[in-house]
């Protein structure tokens, strides 16, 4: 079985900071790319920030400087520490994670994502 499992969503005000983390099942594959998508009420889903299996980020504008992702090969975990959170950042956070087979064409992967966790920030 292939799935992501996350948690660490919540309500917090404004200012405050949330720590999620997100757990990838995925022993048949090999994990490539993780990282974190959002999406608000009535708005379509956008990119967090991702992070390549060697460590390579790639945040979105909004959130540069406020928000950190890390990830631990060992324990097929990415995690995304949220601080100085504004209303703004109110959304359903998804884990995604890129996995390919070896014995998979170059450049083939599957994508996974996760069941969502909300972050509420109130003013």
């Known amino acids: 079985q292939v799935q992501l499992v996350e948690s660490g969503g919540g309500l917090v005000q404004a200012g405050g900071s949330l720590r999620l983390s997100c757990v990838a099942s995925?022993?048949?594959?090999?994990?490539?790319?993780m990282g974190w998508y959002r999406q608000a009420p009535g708005k379509q889903r956008e990119l967090v920030v991702v992070i390549a299996s060697g460590g390579d980020t790639n945040y979105a504008a909004s959130v540069k400087g406020r928000f950190t992702i890390s990830r631990d090969n060992a324990k097929n975990t990415v995690y995304l520490q949220m601080n100085s959170l504004k209303p703004e950042d109110t959304a359903v956070y998804y884990c995604n994670a890129e996995v390919y087979d070896s014995s998979w064409s170059p450049g083939s992967y599957l994508a996974l994502w996760g069941q969502g966790t909300l972050v509420t920030v109130s003013s």
């Open positions: 995925a022993s048949a594959f090999i994990i490539n790319a």
